[in-house]
């Protein structure tokens, strides 16, 4: 097969996984929407977001410096992979004990032991999911996104045979959906990792010193990222704060429909991500900006077209979930509009990754931080939630401006080292033949 062929088919392969992969979460928002209570959904949507900021906190820790070093030389050795494994592992354990025991802190603390329930139910989806996040990490570096979409198939089905028991004998529930969530994960996950199995070993003299390696790169990118994600976790609990739970739930069924936005541009940065990273190692600066630029007009491409269609069918599309949803299809719009901002961040970040420039991150993602939140606590109590869609909006403009320069300076410092140890090698090479 042709180089050519290969992109398309990897391409095609990643959407498709992105597609499974959202659809599922849009299927779980709607049916929770329509099983459960207005306070219900909101609980659900502030416990989730948490989620997101775990996952994605373990992305960055340990997905990350494994995408970023597995092309280089040295590190194509199992033994890299299986330390990669085993930090997850030892990342997951420790966010599922201290999830426990703060759900359960904050159930003895209300004397509610529903509240309990529910937080044992968020820990065990928080663990499988936390694993089944290192799989796809993983098979993602490989390009093997077609055994990558077979197994999220596996997943979906699971889950809404699961959600379809729940509702066939009126157990629908937000505590009952977390258990079906986590356990539709566990088949497909150990079969992962039954069939990579020979192409990782851990061994213990390379665990140290591989987490030692990937937290220089990765430390920079955990906290600007922590602060990145920080307005995602902080948003909704001020709508909370101001608006109270239903609000925040009307907040988040929105951003499900808009996840059809963040399913376009997933999809495409886990093709765009690992080859910016190859082309940068590969063939230098020109290529890596060749390749976010073709990610760049592609992404703005699809996301205009879906923001317009918003404009249009926002509040009908919204119908979906219940018909009191309608009124909100500018929020919809608005939301699309943050995504696309942010989603040409994300791009112009993975020229930041391709350099290994993680400290570089940090502007951005603060300034997305300080622009979004001190927005939101401005306009929500104006604007209620549209407010805070403006917010995002602020945040991820700021974001994009601040990371754009800072690849910009990065591509120019590069070059510049590059050209200095090229021409202090020529000199040396001069002086050895005149000697």
Known sequence: MSETRKKFASGIYAFADQIVVSGASFLTVLLVTRNCSDEDVGTFALAWTVIAFIRTIQERTIAAPFLAFSYNQGFERSSFR?????????????????????????????????????????????????????????????????????????????????????????????????????????????????????????????????????????????????????????????????????????????????????????????????????????????????????????????????????????????????????????????LSISTLVVSISIILGNGLAALKYSKEFFLGEVSCCVVSIMAALILIPLMEIYGACIASILGGLAATIVTGMSLFRGVQAFDRQNEDVSFQSVSSNCELRRA
């Open 82 to 334: 299986g330390s990669s494994i085993f930090h997850q592992a030892v990342f997951a354990l420790a966010s599922t004990v201290l999830t426990l025991m703060v759900t359960s802190f904050i159930g003895v603390w209300q004397g509610d032991s529903s509240q309990i329930w529910f937080g044992v139910s968020i820990g065990f989806a928080l663990a499988i999911n936390l694993v089944r996040d290192q799989m796809r990490a993983i098979s993602y570096t490989e390009f093997a996104f077609l055994r990558l979409f077979l197994l999220d198939v596996a997943v979906v089905a699971c889950q809404l045979l699961g959600f379809a028991v729940l509702s066939q004998f009126d157990s629908f529930t937000i505590t009952n959906a977390n258990y079906v969530i986590g356990t539709a994960c566990i088949a497909p996950v150990a079969f992962w990792l039954f069939v990579t199995r020979r192409t990782f070993v851990i061994e213990r003299s390379w665990i140290w010193a591989d987490w030692k390696n990937n937290w220089i790169y990765a430390r920079w990118l955990v906290g600007s990222r922590a602060l990145g994600i920080a307005p995602v976790v902080v948003i909704p609990f001020l709508i909370a704060f101001f608006e109270g739970k239903a609000a925040t739930g009307t907040f988040s069924v929105c951003s499900s429909l808009v996840g059809v936005s963040l399913m376009f541009v997933s999809g495409a940065n886990n093709m765009f991500l690992p080859r910016t990273i190859q082309e940068m190692q590969k063939n230098g600066t020109s290529a890596m900006l060749a390749s976010v630029g073709e990610a760049l007009v592609v992404i703005i491409s699809i996301l205009v077209g879906i923001s317009v269609a918003f404009w249009f069918f926002g509040g009908p599309l919204l119908y979906i979930y219940k018909p009191k949803y309608s009124e909100f299809g500018l929020v919809a719009f608005l």
